[in-house]
């Protein structure tokens, strides 16, 4: 039987690659990203991880077993153990001003993350975050095997390679298999596909200057 998870994959494959083409994702794996442009990313980011606490809070309440409820309260401690102090050293290392001001993209996005935490089931959570992390656990996996110079994008890189990321990316994917029904899958490959969308403007945005130059 073919899973759902895969079918969600398979329908949405056209837009996924053209995040896993996105030329923020090519210029970190070639090294050549420039580093305002990912000092914006940081903030950005770094931003978005916050909002991801409380979308897996949501997750956490809306479970159907309890065996799901712990895996996702070690999820969200892993984000504020882990992640979060990436970005607060890293700010404090390279100097970033966190002030800056957060573009149109990057709010829908995070925006529509959380909404969708808000008033969707758990499977349509699930699903976001499936679509969030199946994509980033792919192309860091990618980038981690490459030259990466600079040591704080080769520490984000590898934190997105790693076993335990991987372990959640996975259990995401499995989830959808396990709680959703074949009768969502319109629903939720239609969740997929709107979340890699906002991705793709997300990720738009750190090359974008103030100015409204584009870093190529």
């Known amino acids: 039987m ?3 998870s895969d079918q969600i994959l398979r329908e949405n494959a056209d837009v996924l690659d053209r995040m896993l083409q996105h030329p923020f994702v090519l210029h970190v794996t070639e090294g050549t990203l420039p580093a305002q442009a990912y000092h914006r990313y940081l903030v950005y980011e770094g931003a978005f991880v916050g909002t991801a606490i409380a979308i897996f809070a949501y997750a956490t309440a809306k479970a159907p077993d309890l065996a799901a ?3 996702l309260i070690d999820v969200q401690c892993a984000l504020a153990r882990d ?3 990436y970005f607060e050293q890293s700010f404090d290392a390279l100097g970033v001003d ?3 001001d957060i573009p149109a993209a990057v709010e829908a996005f995070d925006q529509g993350m959380l909404e969708n935490a808000e008033q969707g089931d758990f499977t349509d ?3 976001a975050m499936f679509a969030a992390e199946w994509m980033y656990w792919t ?5 981690a095997e490459g030259t990466i110079s600079d040591p704080h994008i080769r520490r984000w890189i590898d934190l997105h390679a790693e076993p ?3 372990a959640q990316a996975r259990w995401l994917k499995d ?3 396990r709680y959703a029904t074949p009768s969502e899958l319109s629903r939720l490959s239609a969740v997929f596909r709107r979340v890699t969308e906002l991705e793709i403007a997300f990720h738009n945005a750190p090359l974008i200057r103030s100015s409204g130059a584009v870093d190529e």
Do not use: G, N, Y
């Open 2 to 4: 073919t899973r759902l």
């Open 69 to 71: 409820k712990r895996w």
């Open 83 to 85: 992640q979060m102090p």
């Open 98 to 100: 966190t002030r800056i």
């Open 125 to 127: 959570i699930v699903t």
């Open 139 to 143: 192309w860091c996996t990618r980038a």
């Open 164 to 166: 335990t990321f991987e």
């Open 175 to 177: 989830a959808i298999d």
